[in-house]
C-alpha cells in the first residue's frame, strides 16, 4: 500500500531564516506531487506541482521554490523566510489517470516569528 | 479561473441529526472531490464524482453531484461526533479531459455535540 510521510511535524523558524520541508511517497512509481499551503481563511491554496522528476510547476509567485530530486521525493524550500509564510504546509500524491484523487500527507505546521 | 464555495461555512448539529454540506462551483465540474481533515491533520479522502445525476454513499455519508455538473451535495445521517471536522470539496480544473491540478473549496467545519 501506498504510504505518504512529511518531515518535520511542526517547525517554527525566525524570519530570514532559511527553510526546507520534506516529503516522500511510498508504495507508488511516478506520481504526481503537489505543495499545497493552508493558512486560516484562505482555505487549501496550492503551490507547486511535479509530474515528474525536475519538472516543477508553480503556481503562485512567491519566495518559495520546490524541488523534486527523486522520483517519490518532494521539498519545499525558501532562501529567507517571511512572516506571511506561516500555515500549515501539506504534501499530496495522485496517479494521474483521467482522474485525479489525490492522496494527503500529515502535513507540517511552519510558524515564522 | 475557476472556484469552488461551501456553504455553510460552519455548521454545529446536535448528535443524531441529519446534515448538508453544499459545494457550488463557478463552471462545469469534471471530477468533483469530498475530503474530510481532522484539525492540524492531513485531507481524507471520501469519495469522488465525475457524472451528472451521479449519487455515492460511503456508511453514513451521501455525496451526490447535480445534473448540470455545477453543485455538489455531502449528507450526512444521524451525525455523531467522529463526523467532526472540516470538510472540503475540491474540483479537476478547467478542462473536459481534466487535468492534474485540483481546486479546493475554503472547508465547511462541522461541530457534532453529543
Known amino acids: 500500500s501506498q504510504t505518504i510521510h512529511q518531515w518535520p511535524a511542526t517547525l517554527v523558524q525566525p524570519v530570514g531564516s532559511p527553510l526546507s520541508l520534506e516529503c516522500t511517497v511510498e508504495?507508488?512509481?511516478?506520481?504526481?506531487l503537489y505543495w499545497y499551503r493552508q493558512a486560516a481563511g484562505r482555505g487549501l491554496q496550492l503551490l507547486f506541482y511535479s509530474i515528474g522528476i525536475g519538472q516543477i510547476s508553480s503556481e503562485v509567485p512567491q519566495n518559495l521554490s520546490a524541488s523534486r530530486p527523486q522520483d517519490r521525493q518532494f521539498i519545499l524550500s525558501s532562501k529567507k523566510l517571511l512572516l506571511s509564510d506561516s500555515g500549515f504546509y501539506l504534501c499530496?500524491?495522485?496517479?494521474?489517470?483521467?482522474?485525479?484523487?489525490?492522496?494527503f500527507g500529515p502535513g507540517t505546521r511552519l510558524t515564522v516569528l | 479561473s475557476q472556484e469552488l464555495e461551501q456553504s455553510p461555512q460552519s455548521l454545529i448539529v446536535q448528535e443524531g441529526k441529519n446534515l448538508t454540506i453544499n459545494c457550488t462551483s463557478s463552471k462545469t465540474l469534471y471530477g468533483l472531490y469530498w475530503y474530510k481533515q481532522k484539525y492540524g491533520e492531513g485531507l481524507i479522502f471520501l469519495m469522488m464524482l465525475q457524472k451528472g445525476g451521479e449519487e455515492k454513499s460511503h456508511e453514513k455519508i451521501t455525496a451526490k453531484l447535480d445534473e448540470k455538473k455545477q453543485q455538489s451535495s455531502l449528507h450526512i445521517t444521524a451525525s455523531q461526533p467522529s463526523h467532526a471536522g472540516i470538510y472540503l470539496c475540491g474540483a479537476d480544473c478547467l478542462t473536459q479531459g481534466g487535468s492534474e491540478k485540483l481546486v479546493f473549496g475554503k472547508g465547511t467545519k462541522l461541530t457534532v455535540n453529543p
Open positions: 508504495g507508488t512509481s511516478n506520481p504526481n
Open positions: 499530496a500524491w495522485s496517479l494521474w489517470q483521467g482522474m485525479n484523487e489525490q492522496f
